[in-house]
C-alpha cells in the first residue's frame, strides 16, 4: 500500500506541472495577440523634435551628476571611517587600560561607545572656538570666516581665477549652504526648551523662511569641522535669531539656537582725524544719511588732531546737528601729533556712560545699515570681538579710464576683481565693546604713526579667551585716496605703507596694462601703420 501510494502522488505531481505549463503557454499567446503591430518608420516621441544627441547630452549630465554625487559620498565614507578608525584606538587604549575581566571589558565598551563618540564630537565644538576663543601665536594662524547670504559668497581666497564676490554660487558649495540654513530654519521654526523660545503656542508663533535669512558667517578648519553662524530676522524688526550650527566631519549638529534684540544695542563710532576736511564732508553724508535718517542708534565720537581745519569740521558737525536735530556727538580737539592709536584710545576712555560697543573707524570708510547690524550680531561683551574685512576700492582713474568722468561713488560700490580687493592684511576697522578694549589693554601707545598698533590690539586678542571673529563683509568699503609715506615712519612701518599704497592703487591686469603701456602703443601704431598702408595699395 505505501508503494501505490506514492505512484499516485507521483502522478498527481507530473499532472499539475503539465497544466502550469499549458498555463503559461496560453497567457503567452494572449500577449502576442494583444500586442499592436510595431510601425518601424514611427520614431519615439519627441526624438524627432530634440534630435538624438540631446537625449544623449542628457543622459550624460545625470551620469555626471551620479557621478559627482557618489565622489562625494566615497569622500564623505573615508573620512568617517578615518573618524571611527581613530575612536577605535581610542577605545583599544582605554580598553587595555581597564583591569577587568574581558568579557566584561567588551561588554562595559559596547555600551560606553555612543556616549564616547557624542563626547568626541563635543570636543571638537570646544576646538572649534564656537563658546570660547583659542589662544593663537600670530595673526596668520587665525581661520577667517567666508560671508554669505542667499545668493553671494563672498570669500577672500581669491587668486588669479576666483572673484571676491561668488553669484551664481558654485552647486557644491550652494547645496551646502542650502542644507544649513534649511536645518537653521528648522531649529527655529521648532525650538527645544533649551533654545529659550518665547512662551507662544503653536498657532500664535510666526514661522521663519529662507526669505528671513538676513547673513552667515562660516569656515571650515582641516582638523575640526565647519563652523556655520546663521542670522534670521523678520522685515523692520531689531529682532534677530542667531543659530549656531558645527559640522565635525559629518552630520551636522545643533550647538545653540537664541533670540538676539539689537533695539537698545548703541554703537559709538570713533573717528581719529586730522586734515582731510573733505573726506570728512563727504563721511558725515554717509553718517547722515545711514546713522541718523536710518538707523537712529549710533554716536559719533570725532578726535581731531591739530588746529588746521578744525573750525570747518567743527562747522559741519555743528550744521548737521542743526539740519537732522542730532545731538549725539562729541568733537574732542587734540594738541598732538596725528596717532590713529592714541586718537581711538582717546575715544574710548571719553565715554561714560558705561559699557558700549565701539566701531573704530577711518574718514574714507564707507559702510550702510546692515553693517551696522553685522556689527551688534558679530560682537558681545567679554565673549566676541568682530574684525571685518573690508573690500578696498581702486583707483577710480585708473579703473575707469576709458569713461571722461569717473561714476558717482554709490555706482562705484561693487564687488569685482577690477575695482577692488578684500583687505585682509588690515585690521584697522573693528566692532569691540569698550570693556573689552579696557580689559586688554587697549593700544600700545608707544606706536606712533601708521599701521603696527593695530597689529598689536589684534595679537593681543587672538592670545585671549576671547572669540576673534574676522570676515569679509559685503556692505563696507575703503574709499580710494592716495596715500603719503612719511619719511618719519620706522622701516617696518615705511615698508606696511608702501605694500598698502601698491594693493590700493589698481588691480593685476590693469597694473599690467600699465607696466606694459609703452609696448602696447608701439603695437597699436604698428599696425594702425599696416592698415593705412593696406588703403594706399
Known amino acids: 500500500m505505501p508503494r501505490r501510494g506514492l505512484q499516485v502522488h507521483g502522478r498527481v505531481r507530473w499532472l499539475f506541472l503539465g497544466l502550469c505549463l499549458l498555463l503559461v503557454l496560453l497567457l503567452f499567446a494572449y500577449l502576442l495577440e494583444c500586442t499592436p503591430p510595431t510601425d518601424l518608420n514611427l520614431s519615439a516621441p519627441g526624438v524627432e523634435q530634440y534630435g538624438r544627441e540631446y537625449y544623449q547630452a542628457l543622459l550624460q549630465e545625470q551620469e555626471e551628476r551620479h557621478l559627482n554625487r557618489a565622489a562625494s559620498l566615497k569622500r564623505q565614507i573615508a573620512q568617517l571611517k578615518q573618524e571611527l578608525q581613530e575612536m577605535s584606538e581610542k577605545l583599544k587604549v582605554l580598553q587595555d587600560k581597564k583591569e577587568v575581566p574581558m568579557v566584561q571589558g567588551l561588554t562595559e565598551t559596547k555600551d560606553q561607545e555612543p556616549s564616547d563618540l557624542l563626547e568626541y564630537l563635543h570636543s571638537q565644538i570646544d576646538k572649534a572656538e564656537v563658546n570660547t576663543g583659542a589662544r593663537l601665536a600670530s595673526e596668520y594662524a587665525l581661520v577667517p570666516f567666508e560671508s554669505f547670504t542667499s545668493s553671494k559668497v563672498y570669500q577672500l581666497e581669491m587668486g588669479l581665477t576666483r572673484h571676491p564676490e561668488e553669484k551664481p554660487v558654485r552647486k557644491d558649495r550652494r547645496d551646502e549652504l542650502v542644507e544649513v540654513i534649511e536645518a537653521a530654519l528648522d531649529i527655529i521654526n521648532n525650538p527645544d526648551e533649551e533654545d529659550g523660545a518665547e512662551e507662544e503656542g503653536p498657532m500664535q508663533r510666526q514661522l521663519y523662511t529662507e526669505a528671513h535669512f538676513t547673513e552667515g558667517l562660516y569656515r571650515t578648519e ?316
Not at 410 to 431: N, P, S, V, Y
Request: proline content about 4%; glycine content about 6%.
Open 222 to 537: 582641516r582638523d575640526k569641522g565647519s563652523l556655520y553662524e546663521l542670522f534670521f530676522a523678520k522685515e523692520d524688526s531689531n529682532s534677530f535669531r542667531h543659530v549656531t550650527l558645527f559640522r565635525p566631519f559629518g552630520p551636522l549638529m545643533k550647538v545653540r539656537s537664541m533670540s538676539v534684540d539689537t533695539s537698545g544695542i548703541i554703537i559709538n563710532i570713533i573717528v581719529p582725524l586730522s586734515g582731510r576736511v573733505e573726506t570728512f564732508t563727504q563721511f558725515l553724508n554717509n553718517f547722515r544719511e545711514v546713522c541718523i535718517q536710518q538707523d537712529r542708534r549710533v554716536y559719533l565720537t570725532v578726535v581731531y588732531f591739530g588746529q588746521d581745519g578744525l573750525p570747518e569740521v567743527r562747522s559741519s558737525l555743528e550744521k548737521l546737528s542743526r539740519e537732522e536735530g542730532f545731538s549725539n556727538y562729541s568733537l574732542i580737539p587734540v594738541e598732538e601729533e596725528f596717532s590713529r592709536g592714541r586718537g581711538l584710545d582717546i575715544g574710548a576712555h571719553a565715554w561714560t556712560k558705561g559699557d558700549v560697543l565701539m566701531f573704530f573707524c577711518d574718514v574714507d570708510i564707507h559702510f550702510n545699515a546692515d553693517f551696522l547690524n553685522t556689527c551688534r550680531l558679530n560682537a558681545a561683551p567679554n565673549k566676541k570681538v568682530f574684525y571685518p574685512v573690508v573690500f578696498s576700492l581702486y583707483n577710480p582713474a585708473i579703473v575707469y579710464g576709458n569713461l571722461e568722468l569717473a561714476p558717482p561713488i554709490e555706482l562705484q560700490l561693487i564687488h569685482k576683481k577690477d575695482a577692488g580687493f578684500w583687505r585682509d592684511f588690515g585690521f584697522g576697522m573693528t566692532c569691540q565693546y569698550r570693556s573689552d578694549f579696557l580689559n586688554i589693554g587697549g593700544f600700545d601707545l608707544e606706536v606712533k604713526g601708521w599701521g603696527v598698533e593695530d597689529v598689536h590690539l589684534y595679537k593681543k586678542y587672538l592670545r585671549s579667551d576671547v572669540i576673534v571673529v574676522r570676515a569679509p563683509v559685503s556692505s563696507l568699503f575703503h574709499l580710494w585716496h592716495e596715500k603719503q609715506c612719511a619719511d618719519e615712519l620706522t622701516p617696518e612701518q615705511y615698508r606696511m605703507c608702501i605694500q598698502s599704497k601698491a594693493m590700493n592703487e589698481a588691480s593685476h591686469p590693469h597694473l599690467g596694462m600699465l607696466v606694459f603701456r609703452e609696448e602696447i602703443e608701439a603695437h597699436l601704431r604698428k599696425q594702425a601703420f599696416k592698415t593705412q598702408s593696406k588703403r594706399e595699395e
